[in-house]
């Protein structure tokens, strides 16, 4: 399958994906593309140093509608079977979401439908939540809303502030998007009342 990666800062997600890739845990498919809504964003300078195909297209002051439309260009240009978002920080039009019908995967750093939106870490923080995690879904149209493929769970310890709990969590966010990827790729998962499960 050809993976079409979107970021727009640093891409760890993203380089967490490519390094099992090159490793072999992840199989049966190969990052076509890496686009940024951000021209100097450094997911894509790490892209660019691996020898793989990015484009950038600035968003900024671009009506969304717009934009999309030349994402969607580019991943069809690029012939994508799936759509990875990797700290990718602009909400899908419609539009884009009905192009890639149950196509398009999102990593969030908290236990939906807990923390959805911005700062998901800081909200479990200020909420008192004593676990968090991350969570791989399917985008559907509304925001971080679409079928969950997998979570992982860590502990919110006393002594933790944003950073701390932000980097646990993400470290768990690199183990989580590959295997959540492998899962969709293995065919042998299907979606009935929003429940994914092996089939
Ligand atoms: C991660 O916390 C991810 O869950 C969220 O945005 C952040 C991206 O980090 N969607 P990175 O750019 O992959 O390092």
Redesign the pocket.
Known sequence: ARLGVL?S??????IAIADAIAKGSLTGCEIAVVLSNIADAP?LAAAQERGLATEAYVSKGVPRAEHDARMIAALNAHEIDLVIL??YMRVLSPDFIRAFPDRIL????SLLPSFPGLDAQKQALDYGAKVAG?TVHFVDEAVDHGVIILQRVVPVEDADDETSL?ARI?EQ?HQAYPEAIARVLSGRYRTEDRRYRLS
């Open positions: 970021l800062g640093r891409g760890s997600n993203f997911g990797a700290g999102n990593i969030h750093p991350c932000s993400l966010e």
